[in-house]
């Protein structure tokens, strides 16, 4: 199936495509076409646009991805694995494995050049593991003392039931999950000196706070909303919603204008 577009639509979608960031964003549903389309999310970058559905269990979301690029009359080819990755973390779901079906000959449907990743609700038992995660999910391939499916002496492996991970604790910001479950190792950096505050102490009133984000020194405004699809922080000056990727790490009230 086609895609139809004139020569001066063409045009407009590559001006469009100029103006857009290099990196994702977030559209707002009020700038969608169709704000009422069954879409949960929308985000648009230069060169990518991913649509987020619910999905059937075992899964819990689809994001569909394509480019923003015509070649012809179907959406630009080639997007890569990494792509694919980068996206999916961007999105939010950086801490969850996803799936991309390639279905019996009988089930294929392809009618345009777009992926789909399946956000699985839980970890994908036959996915490859560095070895500090799968000791902690128990479905790791690469498991310590495991080689070539036997164990040191030679003998067929025992199963081994290992607790699986907990759900995060509401007073208990990303990064110290990440740290507790042994995902992520305790930064080296010391935390930045008063009056900067850990995150679990910021008010989630609407009330906008100076934040710095993950990998940035430079402090943002930001506001708690309850707007998205899932609370979260928001930038105050445009309305971005930040993922668990961009933090924020710590937080101060802004100070007053003694000048105005």
Known sequence: ?????????????????????????????????????????????????????????????????????????RWQDGITWDDLQRLKRKCGYGNADAIEIFPADTDVVNVANMRHLWIMADPVTCAWRKPSNADLTGHGQARKGIEMNKEPNGRAPVERRVKPPRCRRPDETAEEYRIAMGWDKPSSTTPPPAPWQPMRSAPKDGTAILALLQDSDIAHAIRWSGNCHDECWVIVWDGHQLTESDGPRYWMTIPDDHDA
């Open 1 to 73: 199936m086609g895609i139809l577009a004139t020569r001066a639509q063409r045009r407009k979608l590559k001006l469009d495509n100029a103006k857009q960031p290099a990196a994702l964003r977030e559209v707002p549903r009020e700038q969608w076409p169709n704000p009422y389309a069954p879409q949960l999310r929308v985000w648009r970058s230069k060169d990518f646009l991913v649509q987020e559905f619910y999905a059937a269990a075992p899964a819990k979301i689809r994001l569909s991805v394509c480019r923003t690029t015509l070649l012809g009359d």
